[in-house]
């Protein structure tokens, strides 16, 4: 397609009318007296203490969004960079609680703004507001009260124990040198087992996340067609998502076509989609700090080819059958091992693997895991090695669904997704160590996956857990009919354009 044609039929996708959200939902936010009894609960676990949580730094760069530490942000709702909470407790109920943030000089106030008035913080977060030069002070006159509890500062729980240099935990490891007989504790747990259950005012607010993060999925769809570029895809949907009244994406958009389809979290989105290939879109909008997380691969050319629909029709089914097993009090485990069943049985028909029990020589570094979890060694493994889902809420990956779930059933008011998902690439046998068992596998699903070699495919849903089982948020089109049927009304729309 010739650029000038290109970009004139993406300016056409760009002018179309925007998703509108209602007023009312967009009016939706956290309610100040549910800031304080989320305090109160944790309060009422912790019993003595006091708790420490870092909120997020200023960002470094000008082109960085500033986003609040989760947990900070699920105690608080303040949404400013480098303040820090403290809240002392005793016999589970709280006798001290404050923001601290540090001063900021006049001038430099007239480029970031100046601080909060007192009266107006008090209304909105029922805190009080003091320079965080005095934060040592108080702590150190707290530091009898009992047990020190911590809040992890990072952004995502993915990387919680990977960031030993935060500005909350070389506060930590100063104050408890200084008083040595002090215990310190860590308070994720305990807001882990409440921030998966989502109240009234979470849930609206991830509907509206999830309808914005599934009108950008419906605009990509139209938008999609050999010659266009990933990154085409990517700044359409961050359009869509601001113009219907998110803050922007909750994650970088993944946006892989052709090879780049079979990596789980491609990021370089940069590539021009080529005839017959599929796009893996995993994308989600980020609205009043909660984020939405949805992905559906289409087909590049409007019509999923044979080979293309055969590997999609075992994702979707594998999804329904996770999606049948979710209800309160139900195992997690057991929609990963219908899933994980399904595959494995569907792969073996397609010829991927040698038999739906056969297993191989993996690569990875938890291979010395393979007696106590099986099913890292299996073959149908190869063909999806993450995880099939996840809670969300203040982050993409938030405590809850299948990888981070606190007590291993699903719990009533939790939204998680189900993203199961089948990666085909000649990459995945050339990876593999050169062992006997290795050299029989390849030999006979070589032919195969050279046939099927660059296919991957991910469905991603969002799902509320209702009392009767999961109600389905996230209604982007997923049938092949339905994605094939979106992708050529926008072909015949933009052939009366000519």
């Known amino acids: 397609m010739p650029r000038a044609a290109l970009l004139g039929s993406l300016l056409v996708v760009l002018a179309s009318p925007v998703p509108r959200v209602p007023a009312a939902v967009l009016a939706a936010q956290i309610p100040q007296s549910e800031f304080a009894a989320r305090r109160d609960t944790v309060a009422a676990h912790l019993g003595d203490g006091v708790l420490l949580a870092f909120g997020a730094p200023e960002a470094n760069t000008d082109e960085a969004d500033f986003h609040q530490y989760p947990a900070f942000q699920y105690l608080t709702g303040y949404e400013r960079v480098n303040a820090v909470?403290?809240?002392?407790?005793?016999?589970?109920?709280?006798?001290?609680?404050?923001?601290?943030?540090?001063?900021?000089?006049?001038?430099?106030?007239?480029?970031?703004?100046?601080?909060?008035?007192?009266?107006?913080l008090q209304q909105r977060t029922g805190l009080g507001l003091r320079d965080r030069d005095q934060l040592r002070e108080v702590m150190d006159a707290l530091a009898g009260r009992g047990t020190l509890w911590t809040v992890t500062d990072s952004h995502s729980r993915d990387y919680r124990g990977t960031d030993s240099l935060s500005a909350g935990r070389s506060f930590v490891q100063r104050f408890w040198a200084a008083h040595p007989r002090v215990t310190v504790r860590s308070a994720d747990v305990v807001l882990d087992s409440l921030m998966v259950i989502k109240s009234p005012a979470e849930i609206a607010l991830l509907r509206t996340a999830i309808d914005i993060s599934v009108a950008g999925q419906v605009a990509a769809m139209k938008a999609v067609r050999p010659g266009v570029n990933e990154h085409q895809i990517f700044a359409l949907t961050d359009y869509t998502f601001r113009m219907a009244g998110a803050s922007g994406p909750s994650f970088r958009p993944i946006i892989g076509s052709g090879p780049n389809s079979t990596s789980y979290h491609y990021r370089a989105n940069?590539?021009?989609?080529?005839?017959?290939?599929?796009?893996?879109?995993?994308?989600?909008?980020?609205?009043?700090?909660?984020?939405?997380?949805?992905?559906?691969?289409?087909?590049?050319?409007?019509?999923?080819?044979?080979?293309?629909?055969?590997?999609?029709?075992?994702?979707?089914?594998?999804?329904?059958?996770?999606?049948?097993e979710?209800?309160?009090?139900?195992?997690v485990r057991a929609g990963d091992d219908a899933i994980r069943a399904l595959m494995a049985t569907e792969l073996a028909r397609l010829g991927l693997t040698e038999g739906s029990d056969a297993s191989f020589d993996p690569p990875w570094a938890d291979a010395a895991r393979c007696r106590q979890v099986p099913v890292v060694c299996s073959q149908a493994f190869l063909y999806m090695a993450h995880g099939p889902g996840h809670g969300i809420g203040l982050e993409v990956h938030d405590a809850g669904g299948y990888s981070y779930s606190?007590?291993?059933?699903?719990?009533?008011?939790?939204?998680?997704?189900?993203?199961?998902?089948?990666?085909?690439?000649?990459?995945?046998?050339?990876?593999?160590?050169?062992?006997?068992?290795?050299?029989?596998?390849?030999?006979?699903?070589?032919?195969?996956?050279?046939?099927?070699?660059?296919?991957?495919?991910?469905?991603?849903?969002?799902?509320?857990?209702?009392?009767?089982?999961?109600?389905?948020?996230?209604?982007?089109?997923?049938?092949?009919?339905?994605?094939?049927?979106?992708?050529?009304?926008?072909?015949?729309?933009?052939g009366k354009g000519k």
């Open 85 to 120: 909470f403290v809240m002392a407790v005793r016999d589970g109920k709280v006798t001290y609680q404050m923001l601290f943030e540090p001063l900021i000089d006049p001038r430099r106030a007239l480029y970031d703004g100046f601080a909060p008035d007192s009266a107006d």
């Open 270 to 324: 940069d590539r021009v989609m080529q005839a017959g290939e599929v796009v893996v879109m995993d994308m989600g909008a980020l609205y009043e700090g909660y984020a939405g997380d949805v992905t559906r691969t289409i087909p590049v050319s409007g019509t999923f080819t044979a080979d293309q629909a055969a590997v999609y029709s075992i994702v979707r089914r594998a999804q329904q059958a996770a999606e049948r």
């Open 326 to 331: 979710a209800r309160p009090g139900a195992p």
């Open 406 to 494: 606190p007590t291993g059933l699903f719990q009533l008011n939790e939204v998680f997704t189900i993203e199961p998902g089948v990666y085909i690439s000649t990459a995945l046998l050339d990876m593999l160590a050169d062992t006997p068992k290795n050299r029989a596998f390849i030999a006979k699903v070589r032919p195969v996956v050279e046939r099927y070699n660059h296919i991957g495919i991910r469905i991603e849903d969002d799902y509320l857990v209702t009392a009767s089982g999961v109600e389905w948020l996230s209604k982007a089109p997923r049938e092949i009919k339905e994605i094939e049927a979106v992708m050529q009304a926008a072909a015949k729309g933009r």
